[in-house]
T-cell receptor
Framework: AQSVTQLDSQVPVFEEAPVELRCNYS??????LFWYVQYPNQGLQLLLK??????LVKGINGFEAEFNKSQTSFHLRKPSVHISDTAEYFC???????????FGGGTRLMVKP | DAGVIQSPRHEVTEMGQEVTLRCKPI?????LFWYRQTMMRGLELLIY????????DSGMPEDRFSAKMPNASFSTLKIQPSEPRDSAVYFC?????????????FGQGTRLTVV
């Protein structure tokens, strides 16, 4: 079985400050890791994904994440956030068998001016 | 492609009524997923299909819930009878996993309110 833990339910941060959203997972098989963003009243949009290869993954909107197998983590980072980054962020894990995703509880990023 | 299309976007119904949610996946995708999002339980997988065949429905909460995929371009999620605790946002997603591209695309969701 797989599970995902997002340690922070809310992260307030000032505009232009750096941010890290934490994600830890557990799985008994090889994993594929994802970060999705959900803007208010919208569906989920993929930010970035780790399938294999380099452990540092770059995504859209200036976000990046680092896969750490020994710590079973996949933290999301951005060096300088904008007001428009205010949204809910979901970390998810899947095995190869068809992208069935297991989601974390989500982290609400609140960027303040 | 217009992406995954769900209808309706919003649905308000009375307890005990039948509710049908609809989804059109991205053309060519052979996996289709139904998720439910609530404040209490977050995002949960309800059921998924591969090539129109249900593969795993262990997430379907009760027999009141049923899902079908009669063809590659259409799926429904039905709740009969509906209850207030079914109020949630229901998302449909589709994908076509390959070695190079493993990503699920989500629809805008259907916000269901049962009063």
């Amino acid at each position: 079985a797989q599970s995902v833990t997002q340690l922070d339910s809310q992260v307030p941060v000032f505009e232009e400050a750096p941010v890290e959203l934490r994600c830890n997972y557990s799985s008994s098989v090889s994993v594929y890791l994802f970060w999705y963003v959900q803007y208010p009243n919208q569906g989920l949009q993929l930010l970035l994904k780790y399938l294999s290869g380099s452990t540092l993954v770059k995504g859209i909107n200036g976000f990046e994440a680092e896969f750490n197998k020994s710590q079973t983590s996949f933290h999301l980072r951005k060096p300088s956030v904008h007001i428009s980054d205010t949204a809910e962020y979901f970390c998810a894990v899947s095995d190869y068998a068809g992208n069935m995703l297991t989601f974390g509880g989500g982290t609400r990023l609140m960027v303040k001016p | 492609d217009a992406g995954v299309i769900q209808s309706p976007r919003h649905e308000v119904t009375e307890m005990g009524q039948e509710v049908t949610l609809r989804c059109k996946p991205i053309s060519g995708h052979d996996y289709l997923f139904w998720y439910r999002q609530t404040m209490m339980r977050g995002l949960e997988l309800l059921i998924y299909f591969n090539n129109n065949v249900p593969i795993d429905d262990s997430g379907m909460p009760e027999d009141r819930f049923s899902a079908k995929m009669p063809n590659a371009s259409f799926s429904t999620l039905k709740i009969q009878p509906s209850e207030p605790r079914d109020s949630a946002v229901y998302f449909c997603a589709s994908s076509s996993p390959t070695d190079m591209n493993t990503e699920a695309f989500f629809g805008q969701g259907t916000r269901l309110t049962v009063v």
